[in-house]
């Protein structure tokens, strides 16, 4: 039972582009989500995050947009740059605050120079 | 300590012998908590501690899996009789107390022969 889906499991963008990475939920209680980006060999490291009271947060050239009614939320990254190659996990928690994270299966995002 | 500190890196076990994995979460933090990444799949929740306690523990299989968060010391996650399928990597993450954000660590990478 995938209760977070992240449907590409790879992405490649040219660099200086916009790069879009997808993610849907079936779960309806999730109300809390984010969005961690992984290197080989490290630990997910934290990017980005929206309750579900917004619809957009924006940090820098990370944004992340929330559609509750299509229970669908994607993050854009632009312009794009080599360091951001790497794979992204969106994740999700059914209240803020709370310690247990469903995450999705990743998009491995290959930014080309 | 600059962050999530685990141990080993890489874990090789025959089959039928105990793997134990060490995390000592970021400075100031008194949460841990464990998620395993099988291949070409997600992060997949496994338990949440706090010093002397489980809070959650509600994604670690029933048989062979235990974890502590004792009051001095690191957190440990145990496999007792290792099979093939506990092959994964094995993320820690700590947070202080009430914040949503996790800091994980490298992760323990535990191959099974």
């Known amino acids: 039972d995938q209760q977070v889906k992240q449907n590409s499991p790879s992405l490649s963008v040219q660099e200086g582009r916009i790069s879009i990475l997808n993610c849907d939920y079936t779960?309806?209680?999730?109300?809390?989500f984010l969005w961690y980006k992984k290197y080989p060999a490290e630990g997910p490291t934290f990017l980005i995050s929206?309750?579900?009271?917004?619809d957009k947060n924006e940090d820098g050239r990370f944004t992340v947009f929330l559609n509750k009614s299509a229970k669908h939320l994607s993050l854009h990254i632009v312009p794009s740059q080599p360091g951001d190659s790497a794979v992204y996990f969106c994740?999700?928690?059914?209240?803020?605050?709370?310690?247990?994270?469903?995450f999705g299966q990743g998009t491995r995002l290959t930014i080309n120079p | 300590n600059a962050g999530v500190m685990q141990n080993p890196r890489h874990l090789v076990r025959r089959r039928g012998q105990e793997a134990r994995l060490r995390c000592s979460p970021m400075?100031?933090?008194?949460?841990v908590y464990w998620y395993r990444q099988l291949p070409e799949e997600g992060l997949k929740f496994m338990v949440y501690?706090?010093?002397?306690?489980?809070?959650?523990e509600s994604g670690m299989p029933k048989e062979r899996f235990s974890a502590e968060f004792p009051k001095e010391g690191p957190s440990i996650l145990r496999i007792q009789q290792v099979v093939r399928g506990d092959s994964a990597a094995y993320f820690c993450?700590?947070?202080?107390?009430?914040?949503?954000?996790?800091?994980f660590g490298e992760g323990s990478r535990l191959t099974v022969l």
């Open positions: 400075k100031g933090h008194s949460h």
């Open positions: 993450a700590s947070s202080p107390a009430g914040n949503q954000e996790l800091f």
């Open positions: 779960n309806s209680m999730f109300d809390y």
């Open positions: 929206i309750s579900s009271i917004k």
């Open positions: 501690l706090q010093k002397e306690n489980i809070i959650d």
């Open positions: 994740a999700a928690s059914a209240r803020e605050g709370a310690q247990k994270l469903v």
